[in-house]
């Protein structure tokens, strides 16, 4: 008896030893995939002359590459698709209409990179690839004990995905900020699903070792930038990610933890929104109101506000892990916490920056 225990259990180790290690295969992969694409994405733009070029609005120094994002996706695709093709090809079938909704959404943005398309082109497209998602059922069915009826589920869901897209596109302003926004998030995400037995986070992981290579050329001072084709891309994925169903106790604060993970990107776009209906602007248009731009206002450096803002967010993300190991009325407690320090910070900045425009306005009429 004690002999056929032993052989399962190392049956069941070389299995678990086996699938991790054919999983680093393909994580690998695309970090590797992701380094090599970077220098050569830098020499074409160079040599095409597509470059993100400096205006009053932007706060980088020279003309910096902007196609970076397709060093990202592209790594992505070709890992997740090998891994899919090789290891579970029922399941790439099942998810195919995934893989074309986030093409759809780097393909319209790609373009919007090149030659600037009108915002309504631009949110056609994410009403597009949101619509593939939500119409294949990958919708969030409950918010805490609540099951969301299906028109309510539809709604949210779109909003949510549209919402997080264009978060991350406008939070990509800083060196470094968007992607480690971004591969702290994804890798939480992916955590919490390995924590679940939950097969979803190998592409979690895939995403993350894609982003690392791309920060090793964006981080400050950034070499590339990765353009709103990975800003939206990112964005699309980050939201989609969490919708697929997970373990019971982690369904119950699941939206709440991808709020809290997104707070940063999240809780920008909403002012930039206010912003702009309060001073009757397009909502679409762009100001340099954003939450690292008040950060740079208030004397921070650009990279003392990128560092701030990720030591924060590494805070976010450990809490959220953190909450995975408790009961639910415990981990929805430490949630609350986690929120409430995120919207302490933003109120923060927001009250403190507008002491210190009015401070600079009124040393501009004296003078």
Request: hydrophobic share 55%; net charge positive; with cysteine.
């Amino acid at each position: 008896m004690l002999n056929s225990s032993r052989i399962i259990i190392e049956i069941l180790f070389m299995v678990v030893y086996n699938s991790l290690m054919y999983s680093l295969i393909f994580i690998g992969l695309s970090f590797l995939l992701s380094i090599i694409a970077m220098p050569i994405i830098i020499k074409l733009c160079n040599s095409l002359q597509i470059f993100d070029y400096q205006n009053s609005r932007k706060i980088h120094t020279g003309n910096i590459s902007r196609l970076g994002g397709i060093g990202i996706v592209v790594p992505f695709f070709i890992c997740c698709v090998a891994y899919l093709y090789f290891n579970d090809q029922e399941f790439f079938s099942l998810h195919l209409h995934l893989l074309i909704a986030g093409f759809i959404i780097f393909a319209f943005a790609l373009i919007d990179d090149l030659v600037n398309l009108p915002a309504i082109v631009k949110l056609l497209g994410q009403l597009l690839a949101s619509a593939i998602v939500v119409f294949n059922d990958v919708r969030f069915t409950q918010i805490f004990s609540f099951h969301l009826p299906t028109f309510l589920s539809y709604f949210i869901t779109f909003f949510w995905i549209v919402a997080l897209i264009n978060a991350f596109n406008l939070i990509d302003g800083l060196d470094g900020l968007c992607g480690s926004l971004s591969f702290t998030t994804i890798t939480t995400v992916g955590i919490l699903f390995a924590l679940s037995h939950n097969s979803v986070s190998v592409f979690c992981f895939i995403l993350a070792a894609s982003i690392l290579g791309f920060l090793c050329f964006n981080w400050p001072p950034a070499k590339l930038f990765m353009g709103d084709n990975g800003s939206q891309f990112l964005g699309f994925i980050i939201a989609i990610m969490p919708i697929y169903n997970s373990v019971d106790y982690l369904e119950f604060n699941k939206v709440f933890m991808m709020i809290i993970l997104t707070s940063i990107p999240s809780f920008d776009f909403i002012a930039a929104i206010w912003r702009r209906l309060r001073d009757k602007r397009p909502i679409m248009s762009a100001d340099s109101s954003h939450l690292h731009h008040k950060l740079l206002n208030l004397g921070y450096t650009k990279q003392q506000a990128l560092y701030l803002l990720l030591f924060l967010q590494i805070i976010i993300c450990c809490s959220v892990i953190l909450s995975s190991f408790f009961t639910t009325q415990k981990a929805l407690a430490l949630l609350i916490e986690s929120m409430s320090l995120a919207i302490f910070f933003f109120s923060i900045v927001h009250f403190t920056n507008r002491k210190r425009v009015k401070q600079l306005q009124s040393e501009s009429q004296t003078n």
